[in-house]
């Protein structure tokens, strides 16, 4: 198969480029606000209100843009940038990093937080199951773009990008598409339906992110100025995602351990009799 060099740019109003890219952001806010709308409504009874979707997008906004240009800085070009300062305010020139992205928003989410008076873990798992499909988006949109292309591959469904050479490729956009936004989302979804202890819902999002992107990671042609790290065996997205998983599972048990230790005991439910 070979990529279908999409245009970059899906339409043109006078001077003005909308890009697809762009355009899979706005998708992804617009999803975050239609399905936070949905979990608000369920969850009226435990403080949440539909309006409050509006204003967790605001702060998440701008924790994206910067956290994730600050993200790309500082994981994968800090050198460079160091030279180069005044390059940092150019985002539209590209490089955002999705770690960076992610601690932009937990910061976003604890100020909306302290104003909200709501418990920061609260908000945590009350956003985790609306992130998947945003991440889809973007994966969507580099797909489009034909960027962050994946390694070299002799499989059948192997994809030449002309724009990048010549070689058949992992389209490993649509991995990561498939693992890190539906299936991410699906999991979530139905695991957060239900009742769950305090930081369970985002443990599990940090643990299910950070594994479907380390096997990804395992597709996708690392970038160029970094390449591999312990003698090829990891990428930078493997090593900033296992930190993810580590603290993820760790959540999850903490949360359950927590929930339980809460219960109030045989004895105690006597008492109260």
Same mark, same amino acid.
């Given at each position: 198969?070979?990529?279908?060099?999409?245009?970059?740019?899906?339409?043109?109003?006078?001077?003005?480029?909308?890009?697809?890219?762009?355009?899979?952001?706005?998708?992804?806010?617009?999803?975050?606000?239609?399905?936070?709308?949905?979990?608000?409504?369920?969850?009226?009874?435990?403080?949440?209100?539909?309006?409050?979707?509006?204003?967790?997008?605001?702060?998440?906004?701008?924790?994206?843009?910067?956290?994730?240009?600050?993200?790309?800085?500082?994981?994968?070009?800090?050198?460079?940038?160091? /030279?180069?300062?005044?390059?940092?305010?150019?985002?539209?020139?590209?490089?955002?990093?999705?770690?960076?992205?992610?601690?932009?928003?937990?910061?976003?989410?604890?100020?909306?937080?302290?104003?909200?008076?709501?418990?920061? &873990?609260?908000?945590?798992?009350?956003?985790?199951? &609306?992130?998947?499909?945003?991440? /889809?988006?973007?994966?969507?949109?580099?797909?489009?773009?034909?960027?962050?292309?994946?390694?070299?591959?002799?499989?059948?469904?192997?994809?030449?990008?002309?724009?990048?050479?010549?070689?058949?490729?992992?389209?490993?956009?649509?991995?990561?598409? /498939?693992?890190?936004?539906?299936?991410?989302?699906?999991? &979530?979804?139905?695991?957060?339906?239900?009742?769950?202890?305090?930081?369970?819902?985002?443990?599990?999002? &940090?643990?299910?992110?950070?594994?479907?992107?380390?096997?990804?990671?395992?597709?996708?042609?690392?970038?160029?100025?970094?390449?591999?790290?312990?003698?090829?065996?990891?990428?930078?997205?493997?090593?900033?995602?296992l930190p993810m998983i580590v603290l993820g599972i760790g959540m999850m048990v903490w949360a359950y351990r927590r929930a339980a230790k809460a219960q109030p005991t045989v004895i105690d439910r006597m008492k109260t009799d």
């Amino acid at each position: 198969m070979v990529h279908p060099q999409f245009d970059p740019i899906a339409f043109q109003i006078g001077p003005v480029a909308v890009r697809w890219y762009g355009l899979m952001y706005l998708v992804g806010f617009v999803l975050f606000v239609v399905l936070g709308k949905v979990r608000a409504r369920r969850n009226l009874l435990t403080g949440w209100h539909p309006r409050d979707v509006d204003d967790m997008l605001f702060y998440g906004v701008f924790g994206v843009i910067i956290g994730g240009r600050l993200g790309y800085v500082l994981f994968y070009k800090p050198l460079y940038y160091a /030279a180069h300062p005044l390059e940092i305010l150019q985002v539209w020139a590209g490089g955002m990093s999705f770690h960076g992205g992610f601690l932009g928003v937990l910061a976003a989410l604890w100020l909306f937080a302290r104003n909200r008076n709501k418990r920061w &873990l609260d908000v945590t798992d009350f956003v985790a199951p &609306l992130c998947p499909l945003g991440l /889809a988006a973007g994966r969507l949109g580099n797909f489009i773009n034909g960027e962050l292309v994946g390694r070299v591959t002799d499989g059948p469904w192997a994809m030449v990008f002309p724009q990048v050479d010549n070689l058949p490729r992992h389209p490993s956009q649509l991995y990561q598409f /498939a693992l890190e936004g539906v299936l991410l989302f699906v999991i &979530l979804w139905l695991y957060a339906n239900r009742p769950r202890p305090t930081g369970a819902v985002s443990g599990l999002f &940090l643990a299910g992110y950070g594994t479907f992107r380390f096997i990804a990671e395992y597709a996708r042609e690392p970038d160029s100025f970094l390449g591999y790290f312990f003698d090829g065996r990891l990428t930078m997205g493997q090593l900033l995602s296992l930190p993810m998983i580590v603290l993820g599972i760790g959540m999850m048990v903490w949360a359950y351990r927590r929930a339980a230790k809460a219960q109030p005991t045989v004895i105690d439910r006597m008492k109260t009799d």
